[in-house]
């Protein structure tokens, strides 16, 4: 009884409000503090190119440390696609340390290096297209060319630090110390058994000589052997084993990535502040404009100027601390009046210092040089996101919890009855049988599979829940499973890792373990989980994990992970390791036919290739809206596409104005779900006035229009690494003005998205890049706007958000309302054709099934359409040139046009010179065409001439 009192006063706790004591700082950080407290400029690491070994891809070579002599082995790599990979870790380790291999996609391929010039001093080779590469033996730093400009450089400061993995000393240790370790260990524990009070002393019983003399007065430093933050305490058997390299960007003032975090777009230097931290936790109710870890972690930057776009890949998935520093940036006031006073050459420069707790250096360098090159280049690494099915690129009806079989079906009959589209409804842990995954309260869904086949025949999928963590109580038979066949994380004495979650006690499945994750995967066959029918997916939640009694709110970092391995070395990877199993579980339940859907929360590099994230529990607050953008632009050029943020936020009640402008600006993100607390009033659009509820409704009837648009960038993506979601400079990399922007972004090429996410705006500056050179396109009044690349003043009223469309494009629309994506597959389309200042726009198309794998055998069409000359040309790029749809073409629409045609005529493979109808519209800021009814098949080649 007091047990369950106690579970129920923490999760209160932890829902109600975010404790930052919960989670560390810097200065609670040993490592942290020990690679910060290293000097710029005094490194004891020298390359002994005497030993520098060469083959046809890649160099080899020692590199000495001068206090310690302790060897490393360094390996640089040249990988397609003007790529290159740094690996240092120690020549003979004490034991293996880790290396990340699930991150990439596959084995990176290796390409030709070439040795130019070689001295006991230095070594130039050449690798990819116009790039080449320095090694400097003393001190050891790595420069990189492009085109015979330096971009980057690795310890150009002398930061690079590998403490070496060691054995400790015996070291007697008082009756106090043990006693205070005793009552720790006591207090830890969920169950304040005695049989955890007693590890301290076990660990003590291990001491062995210690390996060399590399600790030097470290040797008795607080955090080298253990540590303890609150009440919990860290054993660490190999000591002190973190690795750290700095990084400079030459002629460079803004780098981007490293998500997760509520923060500008373009980074910050952490002068003054904490680094960023990368390391994965349950962070509810977040602070913003701060450095601390959330609950993913992706270690790329990208670095951007007028001439590059270029980056790195720091490839290690234990607790990751991010420098940032630059002497432009930094400079105060009186520094920056001195230099526009006395003028100054000085080149800017970016510093970036990764450090991790243990792991390899393992570095890649992507050396861009334009933003479409940089993504390719990362994605080719780390993986695209397969072509999500088109439900799930619809709208998403979410909250904790819907209560039982008559409250969904009531949701789903009021998006009906108010002619709303809506394509998934989900449920959250009240679905389940005491918090039980797999399983369903029989009680409030004492028929889930009728449910979900009604659903299924209004054209709707269901998203259910499924936590990594497992209710221990052996008549549970997932759980029984699992702890029979010894799935679960253990503690650091072998025994089955425990702790509290939403059901009370619980354990956790072991994702490093391949045999686990095929385990998992069998639980979504319908033969173990009845209910999983075809239009059922899934959400994983709380996936760090998320341990409410662990430090941190999360597994302990010596648990221990298959072959031994402990959580401080793969703690990032679990919730990817998750994600994972779980779409693998959804792909093999129909034998492979079936693309999946699943989100989850925790992430690291590669989980794009399973699924969407969302940025977790935030809150209905005006800042929240507006931290949605810069989060999710940080994820999209991260190499995270399918990504969005709770419409409404989480969080507190919202009212009907910020609800309003949430949707406007979520229908044009690329994850589009609406999410509340349980504790919240219920926000349906329905229920808020009449005025309110039909804005909303019409921003969700404006992403369903564009929603082959969506579906278009995302095969895309799929093809290049595209981000779907852009920053400006993406598309106008030139434009420095538009460098630090991160309160407007781009859709794809062709959309330009300013949110409003102020109450009672009434209007505000907008960006417009392009240099004069560019036509914009209001989106929904089609009034021209040229380019000036300065902000200028746009009204708003409470109806949009400020939505244009880029001279030059073409998009593909549907206008007819259906209540799902699905219904709509055999729809009418419109063309929206921008022009530019030539009279020319080009756009593209793809259309398939909509939810199987059969595109990847060739059963689809991608086409690309082309105005130019008065001509409107339709032609096959890829895929099947006789595939079929019933689609056609309802409407053509010309804005831009400078004069009125005499006539309009189609021709296609069965038809030359059909006349068709059309009207010419001269308004006061843009002239329009519209041509109705070409009648012409989507799929097919045909043109349209302006005669």
Known sequence: MLRDFLLFALIANIVLSVDRGNFKTCSQSAFCQRNRKIQPGDSPYIAQLDTLTVDETHLSFNILNTKSNVFL???????????????????????????????????????????????????SAEFGENNRLIITSDPFHLDLYSNDELVISANARGLLNIEQLRLKKPQARNEEEVNKDNNEEAAESKEGDAENAEKAAEIDAA????????????????????????????????????????????NFQNVYGIPEHADDFSLKTTKSTDPYRLY????????????????????????????????????????????????????????????FVRGSDEMPQMDVHFFSESGIVDVFFMMGPSPADFFRQYSTLTG??????????????????????????????????????????????????????????????????????????????????????????????????????GYF?????????????????????????????????????????????????????????????GPEVTIHKDAKHGDGWENRDVHNLYGMLVQKATAEGLIRRFDETERFFVLGRSFFAGSQRYGAVWTGDNIADWSHLKISVPMLLSLSVAGMPFVGADVGGFFKNVDGELLTRWYQTAAFQPFFRAHAHIDTRRREPWLFSPEEADRMKQAIRQRYALLQYWYTLFYEHEQTG??????????????????????????????????????????????????????????????EKESDSKPSYISVDLNKIPVYQRGGTIISRK?????????????????????????????????????????KKGAFAYRKFTFQNGELHSIILKGDADFKTKSWLERVVILGLRKKPKSVLASSTRDVGVKLASSFIEKEKTKILVIRKPGLNIAEDWKITLQ
């Not at 640089?76 to 034991?95: A, G, H, I, N, Q």
């Not at 407007?744 to 500056?765: D, H, I, R, W």
């Not at 055999?826 to 199987?852: F, M, R, V, W």
């Open 815 to 855: 206008d007819r309302v259906r209540r799902a994506a699905i219904l709509a597959q055999h729809d009418p389309y419109t063309l929206l054709i921008a022009l530019d200042k030539n009279q020319t726009a080009e756009g593209t198309l793809y259309i398939d099934d909509g939810h199987t794998f059969l595109y």
């Open 489 to 549: 994380i253990k503690d650091r004495d072998g025994k089955d890792y425990q702790g509290w979650c939403w059901p009370g006690n619980s354990m956790w499945p072991d994702f490093l373990r391949s045999d686990v994750q095929r385990w998992w995967a069998e639980k979504f066959h319908p033969s173990s989980y009845a209910s999983s029918l075809p239009n059922v997916f899934v959400w994983n939640d709380m996936n760090e994990p998320s341990v409410f009694n």
């Open 722 to 783: 595209m981000p779907v979601m852009r920053p400006l400079w993406a598309e106008f990399p030139t434009d420095k003005n538009n460098f630090k922007i991160d309160d407007q972004y781009m859709v794809g090429s062709a959309l330009m998205v300013k949110p409003v996410t102020e109450a009672g705006a009434k209007g505000f500056n907008m960006y417009f890049p392009g240099n004069k050179e560019v036509l914009w396109y209001n989106y929904d009044t089609y009034d």
């Open 73 to 123: 082995q360094a390996d640089v790599f040249s990988l397609e696609d003007r790529t290159v990979r740094l690996t240092v870790t120690e020549l003979k380790p004490l034991k293996q340390r880790y290396v990340v291999t699930d991150s990439l996609a596959a084995e990176p391929k290796q390409k030709p290096i070439k040795v130019t010039a070689k001295s006991s001093k230095e070594v």
């Open 384 to 485: 695209t996101t397969p072509l999500p099915p088109l439900f799930s690129l619809g709208y998403h009806q979410s909250r904790w919890n819907y209560n039982d079989e008559n409250d969904v079906a009531k949701v789903i009959a009021g998006f009906d009855e108010n002619d709303i589209p809506m394509d998934v409804m989900w449920l959250d842990i009240e679905h389940t049988d005491g918090k039980r995954y797999f399983t369903w309260d029989e009680h409030k869904f004492p028929h889930p599979e009728e449910m979900l086949r009604n659903l299924s025949s209004t054209g709707r999928s269901m998203v259910v829940i499924v936590d990594p963590h497992l209710k221990q109580d052996d008549n549970f038979p997932v759980y029984k499973e699992a702890s029979d066949a």
């Open 207 to 250: 001491l062995v000589e210690e390996k060399s003399s590399d600790v030097g007065d470290a040797a008795g430093e607080e955090g080298m052997w253990e540590e303890h933050f609150k009440s919990h305490r860290d054993s660490k058997p190999n000591g002190p084993s973190s690795v750290g390299l700095d990084f400079s960007f030459f």
């Open 280 to 339: 994965n936790l349950d962070v509810f109710e977040y602070e913003l404009y701060n450095p601390m870890a959330l609950y993913g972690s992706i270690p790329v930057m990208v670095a951007h100027n007028e001439k590059h776009s270029l980056g790195i890949f720091w490839n290690n998935a234990a607790e990751t601390w991010v420098d940032i520093t630059s002497e432009a940036v930094d400079k105060n006031i009186v520094g920056k009046l001195i230099e």
